[in-house]
């Protein structure tokens, strides 16, 4: 059964930090490519980060350079996502998503909240 669970996610003041983790089971986690996504109330869902399924290349939204770390574990079938200088805005339940280069399917996790105050 294929699983992906995020945790890490809570509320933090304007300028703080959360690392957020996404444990996955059920397929070869170090062949798929991982992503962040977010989505805010009443806003669409958007891709926030993106890993290689070795990890040696990453990409990210404009609105999170500088500021969020993706990093994977593929020993503990683990994607990270380190979230610094954090703002309001930064405000959504964050989700990752799995994706297999190869064949295209695709997994979601649940996700989990990020509330950022001001």
């Known amino acids: 059964q294929v699983q992906l669970v995020e945790s890490g996610g809570g509320l933090v003041q304007s300028g703080g930090s959360l690392r957020l983790s996404c444990r996955a089971s059920?397929?070869?986690?170090?062949?798929?490519?991982m992503s962040w996504y977010r989505q805010a109330p009443g806003k669409e869902r958007e891709l926030v980060a993106s890993?290689?399924?070795?990890?040696?290349?990453?990409n990210y939204a404009e609105f999170v350079k500088g500021r969020f770390t993706i990093s994977r574990d593929n020993a503990k079938n683990t994607v990270y996502l380190q979230m610094n200088s954090l703002k309001p805005e930064d405000t959504a339940v964050y989700c990752c998503?799995?994706?297999?280069?190869?064949?295209?399917?695709?997994?979601w996790g649940q996700g989990t909240q990020v509330t950022v105050s001001s």
């Open positions: 890993i290689s399924s070795a990890g040696a290349s990453t």
């Open positions: 998503k799995a994706v297999s280069p190869a064949t295209r399917r695709n997994y």
């Open positions: 059920g397929f070869t986690f170090s062949s798929y490519t």
